[in-house]
């Protein structure tokens, strides 16, 4: 598994464009288990996206496609996003969702049992 934490700082008064160009442009990415937007509460401008992918090949390809090329060409002529602040890549081990007693992957939501079984 490998996992991307992303802190992105949207323009002010862009964020929720930011959100829905993320939110409708990165859909169906082959080898992606979990994509998931979030407001910074403590930032009105910064957007988290947090990442699981089945490896970092499965993410560079996914990058690579031009439909995701799109999606930041777009950000881009929109002028909605100051950039990224922060990149984290991680590795996942665990967790609610990320895999059951067996270690087979489960990412159906409500299957998985979490990390205490």
Request: hydrophobic fraction near 40%.
């Amino acid at each position: 598994m490998y996992g991307l934490i992303v802190k992105f700082i949207a323009n002010p008064g862009k964020r929720d464009d930011l959100i829905r160009i993320l939110g409708t442009g990165f859909t169906g990415m082959e080898g992606c288990h979990s994509y998931i937007l979030a407001e910074d509460p403590a930032d009105e401008n910064g957007v988290w996206v947090t990442e699981i992918w089945e490896s970092p090949e499965a993410h560079a390809a996914a990058m690579a496609k031009p439909n995701i090329a799109a999606v930041i060409a777009d950000a881009k002529a929109q002028n909605v996003s100051a950039g990224r602040e922060m990149r984290v890549v991680t590795k996942p081990v665990g967790g609610q969702g990320l895999f059951d007693g067996d270690g087979a992957w489960r990412p159906e939501p409500g299957v998985g049992v979490g990390m205490n079984g």
